[in-house]
């Protein structure tokens, strides 16, 4: 019999924050089942001993007529335990129909307002009987297949120049001009972060710079992209799944608030927020919409010469 975890989230960082529930969970009860809804996850958990399978559920997730359905699925997975980070009632009636044994639960009818880091770490503790559970964990990677990923001897730097939305954004012209004066600092090697849609702004930026200074990941897997980073000294940038990476890999990671409220990047030591001077960073939420110009290049700058 196994154990499984469901993570109703869609977004790759909102799981990768909950890695560290995840994990002791596992030193419990050996390698887990995780059910999830983004599908990309399992790129960034391959490597990881502490789970038995990722299954991305792209279905019976949105309507409370999918209960039966849910339940049929949770069945064929012969779970004994289910710990669903989440409070939902749909999830919960399934996982009794299918059998489940032991269910545990967010208290129900409590999404409004749900912090997630706060949230899951109670929790964890409370289901695991534990106490003073880690906010942050390990990203396990292939040492043999990082090698792959070198380009140069030059230290590299991850810039998340994407984001999952427009009023996330930095802009590529400030990445530019941040690009500029940390070469006048040092010498680096830019790996340029961005999805595949995003990948006009990353080649405005190499046609300025040029390709021997920097590299577009637009193109390239999750996968590839957990290897770059782990070759990589620091992470600078907007708030995409990358700073969730490169911090529970223990690099450096100042993150460019504009409308991303605190929690996505309060719970590692290796998280450093950047937000325009004299905001409130308790303010910010999703609906923020700050200025992105509002941060300059020399406030940033400052903020990461002495981690490189």
Known sequence: MKTGIFLSYKGLGSNLLHLSYCHE??????????ITL???????????????EVICLEEFH????????????????????????????????????????????????????LHLVKTAKIFTEKCLNIKECPTEAKIFVDSKKIKKSEKNNF??????????GPTTKWGYRNYISLIKKLNEYNKFFFYLLCGPDEDEDAQKIIKEIGKENCESLGNKSIYEVKNYISISKIYIGNDSFGHHIACQMSKPSFIILLDTPRAYSDYSINQHKII?????????????????NTISVDLVFNKVKDFI
Do not use: C, Q
């Open 155 to 164: 230290k590299k730097i991850i810039l998340g120049i994407g984001s999952s």
């Open 38 to 52: 983004n599908s990309k996850l399992n790129e960034v958990l391959s490597d990881d001993p502490n789970f038995k």
């Open 276 to 292: 325009p001077p004299g905001v409130n960073i308790n303010k910010i939420t999703h609906d923020s919409r700050l200025d992105p």
């Open 62 to 113: 949105k309507k409370l007529k999918d209960v039966f359905k849910l339940s049929k699925f949770l069945k064929t997975l012969d779970l004994k335990n289910l710990f669903i980070f989440y409070p939902s009632l749909r999830y919960l009636l399934s996982g009794k129909i299918a059998g489940i044994e032991n269910i545990y639960h967010y208290p129900l009818f409590k999404k409004k307002n």
């Open 25 to 34: 969970i596992a030193k419990k009860f050996g390698p887990v089942s995780l």
